[in-house]
């Protein structure tokens, strides 16, 4: 972002020098144009990839996009040859925790706007170019989406939940400080507004009681939360746990069901429900088999992106027999295995259903990696059945669509911002190429990926 903000005094500074010689011709960054040449792009929206495609960039948006010979190339054109790549939109998470990472330890206290907009460095690396944090954020996550807004920091664009709803005494516990947990509907409906107030981009409710070792919220504040919610044009993610949950909250019009539900398999009912809900599904697979994949042995440490931009610490705690160990008896104690399996069975249903995903993935750091995590859940969401092309739509524009911003994101066509990944090898032939990266483009500029990795690893 160094680079991006550097151009951009660069540019100023070149317009002011012309403007003082009284020239006529003043550079215009809005009318730069750039052509990419000669991709496979994956538009987001197509049912087939466009091959040989002409890609045509002006300023931030993009200007046009087809087939070699059905584009008009302009003449003063930049060109950039990319033949043998494949582009496809940049992707979206839809659940993280930001800025609570400090090393191994995850936690409220560690958030500060500098770790925030580090994270959003982190997830910009591999791609990820929008990030919800899901509910547990201050005054940290409002000066650094400030900060975004200015123009003064990069990263990927951070949305926010605010603070989220929970039942007193119980989950999200006590200690992380500021979650709402009211006791009438009233309440409930002074707090939705003071959150939309902030204003959050979004409302979270946990509906869990960590398998009866806590109370839970009751649907009576449920109803008033997300109905306060929708009176001020604001989605409702809910954390469940249990298949009665879900469809109580389905039935009193939640928007998306944050992970999967994971205590049984779900029914006809279920489907029924989602489809007259209009709601979109985060599966969180990666989420729900974070632990488990450490225990079975985590094929994914080999990421050449992981030690530059996470703490040699980490990933050496992450890789340990010690951890492993720990994370198996954890396991076990809390039946993790047998829910994760449950999540997957469920999240097939819902696909084979048609009930729309996006990627939402819990990635917070301390072993659950942001930004690698969304390539992984793309992995996951296939082996659950989705077609590769439509694990990519889960990632961008169904998870555009939630934020309510596929006016400008999402996809690949004219007039939309010009946010793209371009990858060395095909991820509809693999979607583990999704991570195979060689470069990206954010808001129509080249994104110095390298700047990225600066950002000062040994402090986390
Ligand atoms: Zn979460």
Redesign the pocket.
């Known amino acids: 972002m160094k680079l991006r903000s550097f151009r951009l005094a660069l540019l100023t500074a070149i317009s002011l020098f012309l403007a003082a010689c009284q020239t006529t011709q003043q550079p215009d960054p809005a009318s730069r144009i750039t052509v990419i040449e000669g991709a496979t792009v994956i538009d987001g929206v197509s049912d087939a990839p466009i091959e040989d495609a002409i890609l045509v960039i002006e300023g931030d948006t993009i200007r046009n996009v087809g087939r070699r010979g059905t584009i008009e190339v302009p003449e003063n054109a930049a060109r950039i040859n990319a033949t043998g790549k494949t582009i496809m939109p940049g992707l979206f998470n839809l659940?993280?925790?930001i800025g609570m990472a400090e090393g191994m330890v995850r936690g409220w206290e560690n958030n500060n706007p500098e770790r925030i907009l580090r994270d959003a460095n982190i997830y910009l690396y591999y791609g990820v170019m929008h990030a919800l944090s899901?509910?547990i954020d201050h005054d940290p996550m409002i000066a650094a989406q400030a900060d975004q807004r200015a123009g003064r920091a990069g990263g990927a664009r951070l949305y926010s939940a605010g603070t989220g709803f929970a039942a007193k005494d119980g989950w999200r516990p006590e200690g992380v400080a500021g979650i709402n947990r009211p006791t009438t509907p009233e309440e409930a409906r002074e707090m939705v507004q003071r959150e939309a107030a902030k204003p959050a981009d979004a409302i979270k409710i946990w509906v869990d009681d960590r398998l009866g070792e806590l109370p839970k919220i009751s649907m009576e504040l449920c109803e008033a939360i997300i109905d306060e919610a929708h009176k001020h044009g604001l989605k409702v993610f809910v954390?469940i746990f249990y298949l009665e949950d879900a469809k109580e909250l389905m039935r009193l019009g939640v928007d998306v069901i944050?992970h999967s539900v994971r205590d049984a398999e779900i029914d006809e009912e279920y489907i029924q429900l989602a489809r007259e809900a209009g709601i979109t599904q985060l599966a969180t697979l990666v989420?729900h088999s974070a632990n488990i994949v450490y225990v079975q042995g985590a094929d994914f440490l080999d990421d050449p992106g992981l030690p530059l931009l996470f703490p040699a610490s980490v990933l050496e705690t992450v890789g340990s027999k010690e951890y492993q160990q720990r994370l198996a008896e954890n396991l076990s104690e809390r039946s993790g295995y047998r829910t994760s399996e449950t999540a997957v069975k469920n999240t097939e249903k819902v696909v084979a259903a048609g009930i729309p995903i996006a990627v939402g993935t819990?990635s917070?750091g301390s072993g659950r990696f942001q930004g690698l995590w969304e390539h992984r859940e793309m992995e996951l969401l296939v082996k659950a059945g989705l077609t590769p092309m439509q694990a990519i739509r889960a990632a961008t524009i169904n998870a555009a669509r939630v934020l309510g911003v596929d006016d400008r994101y999402g996809t690949i066509e004219p007039g939309k911002v010009a946010d793209l990944i371009v990858l060395n090898a095909d991820p509809l032939a693999d979607i583990t190429n999704s991570r195979k990266i060689d470069s990206l483009w954010m808001d129509g500029e080249l994104v110095d990926r390298a700047a990225l990795t600066s950002s000062d690893v040994a402090s986390q």
């Open positions: 659940h993280g925790h899901l509910g954390h944050a989420g819990d917070s």
